[in-house]
Nanobody, 124 residues
Framework: LVQLAESGGGSVQAGGSLRLSCAAS????????MGWFRQAPGKEREGVAV????????TSTSSVKGSFTISRDNDKNTLYLQINTLKSVDADRYYC?????????????????WGRGTQVTASS
């Protein structure tokens, strides 16, 4: 199993940038599809972006394409999410997740291992 710990959340002015990190430990990080998801209070968790194991092919959802970038450093066992041009609707709790079964898409039910999340807020 892999253990995940997010960091990098905080308060950012609308239009600003932020980079979230997810440190992984345990099983070989490079073998997992990794993803970022977010959840607002009272709403369902939704996919943001995923990145394939080994080759690191990214897939972003249409709501963040062009402003969010997912990346991974397999040598550092770390997943990243670069958030640019933050909007108020992007202010959620962000979670990283790992999927080791071969599926790699921003679908919540595909992912079995989750971090505790990091909060992103937008200030005006």
């Amino acid at each position: 199993l892999v253990q995940l710990a997010e960091s990098g959340g905080g308060s950012v002015q609308a239009g600003g940038s932020l980079r979230l990190s997810c440190a992984a430990s345990g099983d070989p990080f490079s073998t997992y599809c990794m993803g970022w998801f977010r959840q607002a209070p009272g709403k369902e968790r939704e996919g943001v972006a995923v990145i394939s194991p080994y080759s690191g092919l990214p897939t972003s959802t249409s709501s963040v394409k062009g402003s969010f970038t997912i990346s991974r450093d397999n040598d550092k066992n770390t997943l990243y999410l670069q958030i640019n041009t933050l909007k108020s609707v992007d202010a959620d709790r962000y979670y990283c997740a790992a999927e080791g079964g071969g599926r790699c898409a921003p679908v919540v039910r595909y992912f079995g291992t989750w971090g505790r999340g990091t909060q992103v807020t937008a200030s005006s």
